[in-house]
């Protein structure tokens, strides 16, 4: 594609995948939560019992299918390469802290622009805080931040994480009563639209996200070192189709689907100091992995070993989250949670600087 049409692509896509996420709304998922990669990693982590937090678990179908529909298109684009081995146990707990940081916010960057398109303004404080992560990240970046080169791996080792997404979708169909799940009326983990629409949405978002390489925080990044717009304008098209998309269902159902304001928002505090800061770690960390945590599933479909191992790194971060008190609520976030964020903030630096300026960096 020509610069022109790449941009228009991207944007086509990011007008889909908008639609999907309200109409994911429409069809049961909790309000403003069409997608959110954190929150449904973490309800999977409950579902799967790391967590005992009974309000936020069950196996969410479109993080599935954001895999497989990243891997399907991969294997027939002929785009599937098993990578793996760049400091694979550093990306695994820069991943928790990003889920600290998204759980402290309450949602991931995907979320957050979801939720500004609901009109939730407390999400305003997370924009500025990611972007400023971003931009500290990219501050390392320009300074030769680097974790390392990856390594060819036999195919098996890529195709391990799309078997494993598979087998949980089996689970959730064939024997649902190995997992755990939200109780009705007991927490947004019983609010989900019917599987198949869920899978579908997430297969389609997987493989345009694959084909469109769409990353929050790649759009923020390549306008800051390159002044390049096309990813941005990606998620700007998510916001808007979205906002267009709530009104629309707003005027037809008479429900809210679009509530402007601070207060009573769903799954929201309105403290925009930890709004700010849980955001700012998780733009940092994310910098640092080379993608957001939606980028992360997409490279695990493609075959990226380091990537999955990422994404075991957010749901490891979401267990500790719920298992120790560091998650927010609709009442704010808790004393355990801001400590975490300001340990995940020394954390992160460290980690900046160990892989910029340490001299043995082949």
């Not at 005992?52 to 069950?58: E, I, K, P």
């Not at 146990?89 to 500004?116: D, K």
Request: hydrophobic share 55%; glycine share 14%.
């Amino acid at each position: 594609m020509q610069r022109k049409g790449e941009k228009t692509v991207i944007m086509a896509a990011g007008c889909v995948i908008g639609v999907l996420a309200s109409l994911l709304v429409f069809w049961g998922n909790p309000v403003n939560m069409g997608f959110c990669i954190a929150c449904f990693l973490r309800d999977i982590s409950g579902a799967l019992g790391f967590h005992s937090a009974a309000a936020v678990q069950y196996l969410r179908p479109e993080i599935v299918g954001l895999v497989l529909g990243s891997f399907l298109l991969a294997v027939c684009r002929k785009e599937f390469s098993a990578r793996g081995g760049s400091s694979p146990l550093t990306r695994f707990v820069l991943g928790m802290f990003v889920m600290i940081g998204c759980l402290m916010f309450l949602g991931c960057p995907f979320r957050m622009i979801l939720r500004i398109a609901g009109g939730d303004l407390n999400a305003l404080f997370g924009l500025g805080g990611f972007v400023c992560g971003i931009l500290a990240g990219v501050f390392f970046l320009n300074r030769g931040y680097t974790l390392r080169r990856s390594y060819a791996l036999p195919r098996l080792e890529g195709a391990l994480f799309p078997v494993l997404m598979a087998a949980l979708l089996v689970l959730l169909v064939a024997v649902p009563s190995l997992l755990r799940f939200t109780e009705a009326g007991g927490g947004p983990g019983a609010l989900h639209a019917p599987v198949i629409l869920s899978l579908a949405a997430g297969l389609i978002v997987g493989a345009l996200a694959q084909h469109t390489r769409l990353c929050m925080v790649g759009g923020i990044r390549d306008m800051a070192l390159f002044r390049e717009s096309k990813l941005l304008l990606g998620f700007v098209a998510v916001f808007a189709s979205a906002l267009v998309c709530n009104l629309i269902l707003s005027a037809i159902t008479g429900a809210s689907y679009f509530n402007p304001g601070l207060t009573g928002q769903p799954v929201a505090h309105t403290d925009g100091l930890w709004n700010f800061l849980g955001m700012l770690l998780a733009g940092w960390g994310c910098v640092l992995l080379g993608g957001c945590p939606l980028r992360q599933l997409v490279l695990s479909g493609e075959g990226n070993a380091d990537s999955a191992l990422t994404v075991l790194g957010l749901m490891a971060g979401a267990a500790v989250s719920h298992n120790f008190s560091l998650a927010s609520s609709a009442d704010g976030p808790t004393a355990n949670g801001k400590i975490a964020v300001i340990l995940g903030l020394c954390a992160v630096a460290a980690i900046a600087c160990l892989g910029t300026f340490r001299k043995d960096r082949t």
